[in-house]
């Protein structure tokens, strides 16, 4: 039986163009700056994202850290939201490795933080308080159903950014997604962002990686960063190669992905035992939770026999992630087992 894998777009193995340029890629120590195809694979990411610099890392959790450290000196305060992936999932490493404290500030089910919010969430110049120094927008943002975030809204918050002199990241792991779904380049989502970091190993399929985007001055920071939280990566251009591929053909093609995820969304939506709100996908996540009655575990268990894989992500809450390796077929083919799995806990 052939597995239906929804659980995450990181689950997406590499294309076989990337694995033709992964075993023909020139390297060199990226540590001494000597990985051709890294260097590329940097110049890229900074052109795609419209900055000066850019650094590849291994994971887009260093990317966060790095970035979050590059922008705070330790015991400043960055405004984030409550259900972005910094503050939940990522072990809160800005405050235990960085010494950086966390404002975290309600999300709205659309991805942005409400903009009164983050004016009263700035702390003023107060001995008291520890200094905010950083805000952080999530594009498209995860747990508010992969919204992505407009330009406008991010105007908005720029204006209120550049009173306060307060810097702006963009943790956009999937930010081409964003891109898609808003019919925009990613450099005018990030224009007004001091940084940026972005995945190659999600709906891009690379095997790992992710780049981070800012000016020279905030990229030689980073860095050195990076080297200390032992993310030097010497002979890198095997997997940069793969990401040079993402870049240049994987990004356009996740509108497919969106479409599944939407047909997938009001699938569901046609069982009376499904909570969903199909109209808030807008790119490839899915979200979803099941009445009382029903046993979200064994759901899940009498999916995963099926060849349904998805992800639990809350006491009554699913998870279901569209990508590469996801065609339409695949889901008729999770709705009828859906249909299945339901009337399984019914009887
Ligand atoms: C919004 C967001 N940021 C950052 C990350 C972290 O990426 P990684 O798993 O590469 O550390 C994820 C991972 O799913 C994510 O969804």
Redesign the pocket.
């Given at each position: 039986m052939s597995v239906i894998d929804l659980r995450?777009d990181?689950i997406t193995k590499p294309t076989k163009a990337m694995r033709l340029a992964m075993a023909n890629a020139k390297v060199g120590d990226d540590v001494y700056k000597e990985d051709p195809t890294v260097n590329s694979l940097e110049k890229l990411a900074a052109e795609k994202m419209g900055k000066k610099a850019a650094l590849f890392v291994?994971?887009?959790?260093?990317?966060?850290l790095i970035s979050l450290m590059t922008h705070c000196n330790r015991g400043d305060e960055v405004i984030l939201g409550d259900r972005?992936?910094?503050y939940t999932?990522?072990q809160g490493g800005s405050a235990a490795i960085g010494g950086i404290h966390s404002m975290a500030v309600t999300n709205e089910d659309d991805g942005t933080l409400k903009i009164k919010d983050i004016k009263n969430a700035i702390r003023s110049d107060n001995i008291h308080f520890p200094k905010t120094s950083l805000l952080v927008i999530?594009n498209?943002?995860?747990q508010c159903c992969g919204a992505p975030v407009g330009k406008k809204y991010m105007d908005l918050v720029y204006k209120l950014m550049a009173d306060h002199k307060i810097k702006i990241h963009i943790?956009g792991?999937?930010i081409f997604n964003a891109s898609v779904a808003l019919n925009i380049n990613p450099s005018e989502l990030a224009a007004h962002a001091d940084s940026v970091?972005f995945?190659l190993?999600?709906g891009l399929c690379c095997p790992?990686g992710?780049l981070i985007c800012g000016s020279e001055q905030f990229i030689d920071r980073a860095v050195r960063l990076r080297k200390m939280l032992g993310g030097g990566m010497r002979q890198a251009g095997i997997l940069a190669a793969a990401g040079i591929i993402a870049l240049n053909k994987m990004t356009e093609r996740v509108a497919e992905d969106h479409e599944n995820a939407k047909k997938l969304a009001a699938g569901l939506a046609d069982f009376s035992q499904i909570i969903i709100a199909p109209e808030k996908v807008k790119t490839n996540i899915v979200y979803f939770k099941v009445l009382e009655k029903i046993s979200i575990n064994k759901l899940v268990r009498h999916l995963e026999k099926e060849g349904v894989k998805i992800n639990k992500t809350g006491i009554n809450q699913i998870r279901a992630v569209t990508h590469y390796h996801i065609k339409s077929i695949h889901i008729d083919s999770v709705i009828k087992k859906m249909a299945k799995c339901l009337k399984k806990q019914i009887n």
């Open positions: 995450s990181t291994p994971s887009g959790t260093m990317a966060n972005s992936h910094i999932y990522e999530e498209t943002h995860n943790d792991a999937r970091s995945c190993s999600k790992a992710s």
